[in-house]
């Protein structure tokens, strides 16, 4: 099993140029998140979905917009990308039993970003 | 904003030590994770304890939460080269759907 995957795995865009962020992941969890990691931070949740066809805001979700439309991917886009939004970026999956077995979230390697 | 804070930012110590980091929260939870953070690389899920819990053993992890004093401790003993890494605490407040708020984590660097 890869796992989460994500793609690209580093980007540079010019201020104003729209991208979308692919993650895949093959282990049929129902849930999936997007995270941002500036330097020295934590991680901050951006948008999540509970299941296929569903997404909704986290903590920072300015900016972007996701899609879920198959349940093993899921998409974030920038659609006018700042500076602001240079960062690396985390997708992430779980399942639903996850946290009842004591479990967590599988991320992605990440891709970083950088807007001009 | 961040829901946890972590102590110390960064950590220093010999192969064979027992490095022990501690994480401050400031809302209710529902259970408290702890990951692990290489160089350049995805964060990997080391142990989850959950609000009822007090203590709980992995290996040569030892967490405990204290929900009173919204806090909890990682205790690696015996640490090794390979321990080098960056450890984030993350609360869950959603029952169950795992939307983590994660602290600014502690630099671990473990040497020979």
């Known amino acids: 099993n890869a796992g989460v995957t994500q793609t690209p795995k580093f980007r540079v865009l010019k201020t104003g140029q729209s991208m979308t962020l692919l993650c895949a992941q093959d282990?049929?969890?129902?849930?999936m998140y997007w995270y941002r990691q500036d330097p020295g931070m934590g991680l901050r949740l951006i948008h999540y979905s509970v299941g296929e066809g569903t997404t909704a805001k986290g903590e920072v979700p300015d900016g972007y917009n996701v899609s879920r439309l198959k349940k093993q991917n899921f998409l974030l886009g920038l659609e006018s990308a700042a500076p602001s939004q240079t960062s690396v970026y985390f997708c992430?999956?779980?399942?639903?039993?996850?946290?009842?077995?004591?479990?967590?979230?599988?991320f992605g390697p990440g891709t970083r970003l950088t807007v001009l | 904003s961040q829901q946890g804070e972590e102590d110390p930012q960064a950590l220093s110590i010999q192969e064979g030590e027992n490095a022990t980091m501690n994480c401050s929260y400031k809302?209710?939870?529902?259970?408290l994770q702890w990951y692990r953070q290489n160089s350049g690389r995805g964060l990997v899920h080391l142990i989850l304890?959950?609000?009822?819990?007090r203590e709980k053993h992995s290996g040569r992890l030892r967490v405990t939460l204290d929900t009173s004093k919204k806090s909890s401790s990682l205790l690696i003993t015996a640490s090794r080269a390979a321990d080098t890494a960056s450890y984030f605490c993350a609360t869950d407040r959603s029952g169950g759907y795992n939307k983590l708020i994660f602290g600014a984590g502690t630099r671990l660097a473990v040497h020979p």
């Open positions: 304890i959950r609000s009822n819990e």
């Open positions: 992430a999956s779980s399942w639903e039993g996850d946290v009842r077995l004591a479990g967590g979230s599988n």
């Open positions: 809302t209710s939870i529902n259970n």
């Open positions: 282990m049929n969890h129902e849930y």
